[in-house]
């Protein structure tokens, strides 16, 4: 499946390449970001996208890899193999959220 | 405000893979075996990992208890001799030496801990080893509690001598703890 990336030239960015309005988010500009970040993402991480949005509506705040890993029920290894680098900042990047803050 | 910038999603993807020699390390020496010295060093070992920085936890003296199956959920901080000891009221040292005191004031200290969401110390540790810390125990250490390896946490890598560890942590960034 070919993705196009040409979405993602016409929405703001910061400077780390988190998308500034959340509401410019759709599955395809998370898709676009991922496969820009050369992640093919699964149903795993449609999953874990998914409940990390909701986490942000409801709390205002995208959730740590521990609450991820607790809410959905998926280990902290298993989380690393999906997305290497770091879990939580790289699933928000792609849900089109703010980085996770706090010390867990 | 620019759009997608690729050239750091570039930069940033090819970062993201483990192993690289020009990665930013992070060789935390764990020195300290209370409760309230556990936690610095687990949580700079996790946010390394969630940040894609590579890390090694070295647990020496005190800080063996960290990984010793006895000890690691009934770590203690200190209510004798202990100069900020007034975390939500004042406890004199007098005071602070009667029996059961040391416990009360660990037990308090859990709670708190446990409010902001960090997990006890044998749980972080196994959240560590899972998001990719490196755990060594010293074995000089070792030596001289008269531990033996089934004494230590299953999951720890190595118990490792000082030539190691400054093998071991070259090019890192070493934080003594």
Same mark, same amino acid.
């Given at each position: 499946m070919s993705i196009n990336t040409s979405i993602l030239d016409n929405l703001e960015f910061d400077e780390e390449n988190y998308?500034?309005?959340?509401?410019?988010?759709t599955p395809e500009v998370g898709a676009a970001i991922a496969h820009e970040l050369g992640l093919e993402l699964t149903d795993q991480h449609w999953a874990v996208i998914n409940f990390a949005r909701k986490e942000y509506e409801e709390s205002g705040e995208s959730p740590t890899i521990r609450r991820i890993s607790k809410g959905l029920g998926i280990g902290t290894k298993e989380l690393y193999d999906l997305f290497p680098g770091g879990p939580g900042k790289i699933a928000a990047q792609i849900a089109g959220l703010k980085k996770p803050t706090g010390c867990v | 405000m620019p759009g997608f910038n690729r050239e750091i999603a570039k930069a940033q993807a090819a970062g993201?893979?483990?192993?690289?020699?020009q990665k930013r390390k992070l060789f935390l020496i764990c020195s300290k075996g209370s409760l309230d010295m556990a936690y610095p060093p687990l949580i700079l070992a996790n946010a390394a990992r969630a940040n894609g920085v590579e890390c090694s936890m070295f647990f020496t003296f005190w800080g063996l208890d960290i990984i010793t199956k006895a000890k690691i959920n009934g770590l203690h901080v200190a209510t &004798?001799?202990?100069?900020?000891?007034?975390?939500w009221f004042h406890i004199p040292t007098m005071v602070g030496g009667l029996p059961g005191m040391s416990a009360m004031a660990s037990a308090m200290m859990r709670q708190e801990i446990a409010k902001l969401g960090i997990p006890p110390v044998g749980e972080f540790l196994q959240m560590c080893k899972d998001a990719g810390v490196k755990l060594y125990g010293c074995l000089a250490t070792v030596d001289m509690m008269r531990l033996?390896?089934? +004494? #230590? &946490? +299953?999951? #720890?890598d190595d118990v490792i001598d000082a030539n190691q560890f400054i093998e071991m942590s070259e090019g890192a960034q070493i934080i003594f703890i």
């Open positions: 998308l500034v309005n959340a509401s410019d988010w | 993201a893979a483990e192993g690289q020699p &004798v001799g202990n100069p900020n000891m007034h975390p033996k390896r089934e +004494d #230590l &946490v +299953d999951y #720890l």
